[in-house]
């Protein structure tokens, strides 16, 4: 299908539009943090960075911003290791249930996030006495697994097992097999799978809902606390803002990890 | 390598497959079956017992009370039809702006662009979620947001909170996971066939229907899971540009406290449906493409 000169330029202009839909919704947050009004309102009347200045030194956002850090790293710490062991275990053994529990490990981001969230909820109330920030890492780690374990997997399978084979033909046993030529040809999958979770967890209000015991604030709890308080706006306009500019941060870790990666670190 | 050993060991792993298959196992299924179908299992038995009106205590006996009530209830299944139709628009609108988008990053733009615009797509996913339903609070606003703004000039008002805000809304979420598959399928596609197809005297719109509808199929249906099931669960979207309009998400946030066993029948329903969607679309090799 050659594509005629016409047909190209309709394409182009409808792709044109296609980003503008998607770009314009953020230029406006990143606008909006600089407005000198105390609302939505646009176009703003002016611009001001006496918010950006104000929301650094807010008491809550810096908490916030705290607890999410502390909770994404955990959860992601604890997603690498239940995720490469099940990736290893799944990649290098066959037995009787692995479809099964290839679906299971799917299913926290597969359900929707506020059927894991009361699941959760009602057996953490129940048997575990209340929520803690403890429940909200569980709740997490529970979703964040299915990341690390999809970019191991991928990596496992395109190694083959001969590496391994030629190491333990060389008399290494398991574990030196595994920390000397499994772990290191897996890092870049691992950071991969590691940066995906984090951002993951850092990002997630649902299931952090109904998991954080009370009085704990993530950053988009904070943002989801104060988004209908009209005196908080333009603070709640410069995280949004924020936020939108980290975001750049892990598409360019990404791109860095691609190459050494035929698959762009798999980024989905 | 610095050292290697003299005489070949084995080792204890080696020796004991099962037992270090177990080892690798015995924690990632604690956690995944213990604490989470253990979870997922409590809350559908939970659907099935019912809450005493006078007490406000759960009732442990089975019955199928709440799903009568969600099924018979026109304003239950009325919130059902809509979240569907939802979830139905989104994916529809999802695929018309993804088409000709993905065609343009795959086959008109340059090869060197194509990594560019892919990051381009793949950013907005890195956005906080709750970030990007905002800043659509900021476009849909009434009288104020930039929508009205735009449009005022012609007379118009925008779209407001509501139905179609959270149509739009949604619709910007989940684009990326449509434009992606599309692109990953339409870069895929043998140009070799598409020269075949002319040799053989279709035009582009017949080659279009005929060869590459066909062939990016899996793809599309690969996009339209994502797209179908993320808007049939979510809940914060309605919350915050929705207005007075609720979808399932809701109805289950709204009684989880008061009344779990209603909330979680009503859980079970988006599950099902996509459950049934999956199991529809398996035929095609969609699964196979995610």
Same mark, same amino acid.
């Not at chain 2, 381009?120 to 900021?138: D, F, G, I």
């Not at chain 2, 909170?161 to 992606?180: D, S």
């Given at each position: ?123 953490? *109330? $129940? /048997?575990?006495? +209340?929520?803690? #920030?403890? %429940? @909200?890492? =569980? ?68 299931? *952090? $809902? /109904?998991?954080? +015991?009370?009085? #704990?604030? %993530? @950053?988009? =709890? ?47 | ?290």
């Amino acid at each position: 299908m050659t594509l005629s000169r016409g047909t190209k330029a309709v394409l182009a202009v409808l792709a044109f539009i296609a980003f503008s839909f998607i770009y314009i919704p953020l230029g406006v947050i990143l606008i909006n943090s600089f407005s000198a009004d105390k609302g939505l309102g646009w176009p703003p009347s002016g611009l001001t960075t006496q918010w950006w200045a104000k929301a650094i030194e807010n008491d809550g956002v810096r908490e916030a911003l705290w607890t999410s850090i502390w909770v994404a790293a955990v959860a992601t710490l604890v997603a690498l290791v239940l995720g490469t062991l099940l990736s290893l275990a799944l990649g290098r053994y066959r037995f009787f249930g692995r479809e099964s529990i290839s679906l299971v490990v799917v299913l926290p981001i597969a359900l929707p996030g506020i059927v894991t969230g009361i699941a959760l909820n009602n057996v953490f *109330t $129940t /048997f575990l006495g +209340g929520l803690t #920030i403890y %429940t @909200l890492i =569980i709740g997490h780690a529970t979703f964040c697994i299915v990341v690390v374990y999809n970019n191991a997997l991928a990596r496992i399978r395109r190694l083959g097992g001969s590496v391994e084979e030629a190491s333990a033909d060389l008399g290494a046993n398991a574990w030196q097999t595994f920390t000397r030529v499994t772990f290191p040809l897996m890092r870049s999958a691992l950071v991969a799978g590691g940066v995906l979770a984090f951002g993951l967890s850092f990002d997630e209000i649902i299931v *952090t $809902t /109904f998991t954080a +015991g009370p009085g #704990i604030t %993530t @950053l988009p =709890i904070w943002i989801y606390q104060n988004l209908f308080r009209p005196n908080q706006a333009p603070i709640v306009n410069v995280v949004a803002a924020a936020l939108v500019i980290i975001s750049i941060l892990p598409i360019y870790i990404a791109q860095k990890l691609s190459s050494d990666d035929d698959r762009g670190a798999g980024v989905m | 390598m610095t050292t290697v050993a003299t005489t070949p060991r084995g080792g204890f792993g080696y020796r004991h497959p099962r037992l270090r298959l177990a080892g690798l196992l015995t924690a990632p299924m604690l956690w995944l079956v213990a604490v989470y179908l253990g979870s997922l299992g409590a809350l559908l038995l939970t659907a099935f017992w019912t809450v005493d009106d006078f007490t406000g205590q759960v009732v442990r006996d089975l019955t199928l009370k709440n799903f009568q009530q969600v099924f018979t209830n026109p304003a239950y299944y009325g919130v059902i039809l809509r979240t569907v139709g939802i979830a139905v628009l989104v994916t529809l609108l999802c695929l018309v702006l993804a088409l000709p988008l993905a065609t343009f990053m795959a086959r008109v733009a340059a090869p060197r662009w194509r990594p560019l615009l892919v990051a381009l797509v793949l950013t907005p996913l890195w956005a906080s979620y709750l970030v990007k339903v905002y800043a659509w609070r900021a476009m849909l606003a009434p009288e104020e947001g930039v929508i009205s703004w735009f449009l005022s000039p012609l007379g118009l008002d925008g779209p407001g909170f509501g139905f179609l805000g959270i149509v739009i809304t949604l619709t910007y979420l989940w684009l990326p996971y449509m434009v992606l598959p599309i692109y990953a399928g339409l870069t895929r596609l043998p140009n070799s066939m598409l020269d075949a197809s002319a040799d053989l005297g279709a035009r582009n719109g017949r080659t279009f229907r005929s060869v590459v509808l066909p062939i990016l199929f899996p793809s599309i249906v690969a996009g339209s899971i994502f797209t179908f099931s993320l808007s049939l669960g979510d809940y914060i979207t309605a919350q915050i540009v929705g207005g007075k309009v609720i979808m399932l998400g809701n109805v289950v946030q709204i009684n989880y406290v008061v009344n779990l066993p209603f909330a979680a029948a009503v859980a079970t329903i988006p599950v099902i449906i996509v459950l049934l969607y999956l199991a529809a679309v398996r035929r095609s090799g969609a699964l196979e493409n995610i």
